[in-house]
């Protein structure tokens, strides 16, 4: 029996898986026909013979991945799930009705085992009663009896599906059962494998009359919609008349207000090159008061010039007339200190005679009389030449 998930929290719980290799990427989403593992295969899968089962297994991708009984079955999140081709939609089935076979696995070809997998051995099968429980464990009694010298054969792989990759995979249950129709003729020998393509073929009839009526039913509403449309579209028109109208007018009165506007721009523009010319001429007017201005104070600049030169020049005039006062002063001081030289120089001319005749007496009481006619000549002379 099949177990379509009911609520996307189931697969949230299960563990968050690490980076995939290569061939898949992991993600977890759920579809209208199926679950979908995300186990998006790049390439059909490289499934190898388990030793001593009727198993296939696939080493080199990172996740629970095995073919059996003619279905791809995957462990994922505690869930066993099932497909007729390799990358899905899956089917969730219950652990009361997963093949004997896949139970009895060996722990050593899980490529992702889950946690509780330690401890237990490599060579045998999971302890599926300790992890499920004893009313698993009494419903599916003896799973792990059974004669390995009696090992069903194999089921052929599927290899058609090897020509349908990437985006020619069939993503559509009625695309898939098509191509198995004319490629696979192995019918499956488990009963229960024989129910899960069975019971899909009938999830696939049943969702088919369910999208049949749900197409009828939004023909239905496509049609009451149209006919709402077209009623729509009669009001539409309608206004639309009336909005024409209403637009002429507006047209109308658009183009009265474009012939006023024009009138005001041509006015305008005239307003504004008298304002231009006026401008001009402001500025020629302007840039005359600056020359004024300038001559102006270069006029004002040379006069202080000259007045500084005047300045100078009386400067340099009362210099010149104190030097020639003093000058003069001098000159004043050089008369006189020559004045008083011809003076001392007369006064000792006159004081010379009586001291030679002193010196005469002097020399005559000591000595020889002194030449009285002599002493007369000299006074004489002294007299201006009267006696």
């Known amino acids: ?20 290799q290569a061939q898949s990427q992991l993600s977890i989403s759920i579809g209208n026909r199926g679950v979908s593992l995300g186990f998006v295969m790049s390439t059909y899968p490289t499934l190898v013979r388990i ?49 004997l076979f896949i139970l009895r696995i060996p722990v ?72 198995e129709a004319r490629s696979y003729r192995y019918q499956p020998r488990e009963a229960v494998s024989r129910q899960i393509l069975e019971q899909r073929r009938r999830g696939t009839e049943s969702r088919d009359r369910q999208q049949q009526q749900q197409r009828n039913a939004e023909q239905q509403r496509n049609v009451q919609q149209q006919q709402q449309r077209n009623a729509e579209q009669q009001r539409n028109v309608q206004q639309q008349q009336q909005r024409n109208a209403e637009q002429q007018r507006n047209v109308q009165q658009q183009q009265q207000r474009n012939a006023e506007q024009q009138r005001n721009v041509q006015q305008q523009q005239r307003r504004n090159a008298e304002q231009q010319r006026n401008v001009q001429q402001q500025q020629q007017r302007n840039a005359e008061q600056k020359r004024n201005v300038q001559q102006q104070q270069e006029q004002k600049a040379r006069q202080q010039q000259n007045v500084q030169q005047q300045q100078r020049q009386k400067a340099l005039q009362q210099q010149s007339v104190q030097q020639q006062q003093q000058r003069k002063a001098r000159q004043q001081q050089t008369v006189q200190e020559q004045q008083r030289q011809k003076a001392l120089q007369q006064q000792q001319r006159r ?37």
């Not at 005469?360 to 002294?382: E, H, L």
């Open 1 to 20: 029996m099949r177990y379509v998930i009911l609520a996307l929290a189931i697969l949230l719980s299960a563990a968050v898986p690490t980076q995939a």
């Open 51 to 99: 030793p001593g089962y009727p198993v296939y297994y696939d080493p080199r991708v990172d996740s629970n991945y095995f073919f059996y009984d003619g279905l791809y079955w995957v462990f994922w999140g505690d869930n066993w799930y099932s497909s007729s081709w390799y990358n899905g939609p899956w089917d969730m089935i219950s652990p009361a009705y997963v093949p």
């Open 108 to 179: 050593r070809y899980y490529r992702r085992p889950p946690a509780y997998f330690r401890g237990w051995r490599a060579d045998d099968a999971p302890r599926w009663g300790e992890h499920w429980g004893r009313d698993w464990e009494r419903q599916r009694s003896g799973w792990d009896n059974w004669n390995r010298r009696s090992v069903p054969r194999a089921a052929p792989l599927p290899t058609y599906q090897r020509n349908y990759t990437g985006n020619r995979y069939p993503r559509q249950m009625e695309q898939q059962r098509s191509i």
């Open 351 to 387: 004081t010379q005679p009586a001291q030679k005749a002193r010196a005469a007496d002097n020399k005559g009481g000591k000595g020889q009389p002194a030449d009285k006619n002599k002493v007369k000549k000299d006074k004489n002379k002294d007299n201006g030449g009267h006696p």
